[in-house]
């Protein structure tokens, strides 16, 4: 059975958790920790998304950003993925998860 479609709005935040393939640690290092940073930034300007923040754990990363476009958000996560290679992206939520975080934080 095929995968739904992801909704795929501009201007809404979102809420992107990126995890190594099988949970697998992805960030082995201080260099890993410093190169993920670089291209996000590097890749969220080329496509146009605004990174609000970021986490970055041994086996997964947590991103925080809004979209320009209806596209940006799924190009950006695709070529970091290339850069990256063994994460797999999954989209949390859109408004309600950010207001929880809003909320505790």
């Known amino acids: 059975m095929p995968r739904r479609a992801r909704l795929s709005l501009a201007r809404v935040p979102w809420h992107i958790l990126q995890r190594g393939d099988n949970r697998s640690v992805c960030f082995h290092g201080e260099q890993d920790y410093q190169f993920y940073p670089h291209y996000l930034k590097e890749l969220a300007e080329k496509f146009g998304c605004a990174v609000h923040a970021y986490v970055l754990m041994t086996n ?46």
């Open 60 to 105: 997964h990363g947590h991103l925080l950003l809004t979209p320009t476009r209806k596209d940006s958000a799924g190009m950006l996560m695709k070529h970091l993925g290339l850069c990256i290679p063994g994460l797999e992206t999954i989209l949390c939520s859109a408004n309600s998860q950010i207001t929880r975080i809003e909320q505790h934080g």
